[in-house]
T-cell receptor, first 114, second 115 residues
Framework: DAGVTQSPTHLIKTRGQQVTLRCSPK?????VSWYQQALGQGPQFIFQ???????QRGNFPDRFSGHQFPNYSSELNVNALLLGDSALYLC?????????????FGQGTRLTVV | QQPVQSPQAVILREGEDAVINCSSS?????VHWYRQKHGEAPVFLMI?????EQKGHEKISASFNEKKQQSSLYLTASQLSYSGTYFC????????????????FGQGTILTVHP
């Protein structure tokens, strides 16, 4: 049974560009949450998708947007990249959106903005 | 506002015990504990859903004091494989319901186990 998979694993982009990160949830999971993790910090919640809708959002600007597909996979889009967007982007999947079940993380996408 | 973890770092010898604390200024619906090794994804350890609940798995257990909004992770007879950064994630309880999976993580506790 495949766990949470993310692609790509590493990415280098230039300031001002746009990027799309992808996530496939663990089998049986219908909820996907995205996190940004800076070096030496805990993951910071970006947003959560359930039933193809954004259900909850953290303190991130509108440059960060997402989408969930009917098969529960998800994309994270970041426009007008800034140097400060360099981080590890983690996707976590769970069953149900209410936070009362365990969430499993993917291995992350390391984004470097130069 | 993120939960506050203490201590920030712990150094142990194999076989020693450790306690990691997580404190929230807001009422929590649930507390989630994860361990992350360098360069890897956070790995789920356990979830605590209601006040006073204690859960355990082998030599790692946790408790949640709802009155104090504090959770503690207990590691007994530590092994080399326990090394890593431990994060607690709190799900804030909002009026009218939960916060729909918006986990807010602490800053992490670095645990190092030496032979």
């Amino acid at each position: 049974d495949a766990g949470v998979t993310q692609s790509p694993t590493h990415l280098i982009k230039t300031r001002g560009q746009q990027v799309t990160l992808r996530c496939s949830p663990k089998s049986g999971h219908d909820t996907v949450s995205w996190y940004q993790q800076a070096l030496g910090q805990g993951p910071q919640f970006i947003f959560q998708y359930y039933e193809e809708e954004e259900r909850q959002r953290g303190n991130f600007p509108d440059r960060f947007s997402g989408h969930q597909f009917p098969n529960y996979s998800s994309e994270l889009n970041v426009n007008a990249l800034l140097l400060g967007d360099s981080a590890l982007y983690l996707c976590a999947s769970s069953w149900g959106p209410r936070g009362n079940t365990e969430a499993f993380f993917g291995q992350g996408t390391r984004l470097t903005v130069v | 506002q993120q939960p506050v973890q203490s201590p920030q770092a712990v150094i142990l010898r194999e076989g020693e015990d450790a306690v990691i604390n997580c404190s929230s200024s807001k009422a929590l619906y649930s507390v989630h504990w994860y361990r992350q090794k360098h360069g890897e994804a956070p790995v789920f350890l356990m979830i605590l859903l209601k006040g006073g609940e204690q859960k355990g798995h082998e030599k790692i257990s946790a408790s949640f004091n709802e009155k104090k909004q504090q959770s503690s992770l207990y590691l007994t007879a530590s092994q080399l494989s326990y090394s890593g950064t431990y994060f607690c994630g709190g799900l804030v309880l909002y009026r009218g319901g939960t916060s729909y999976g918006k986990l807010t993580f602490g800053q992490g506790t670095i645990l190092t186990v030496h032979p």
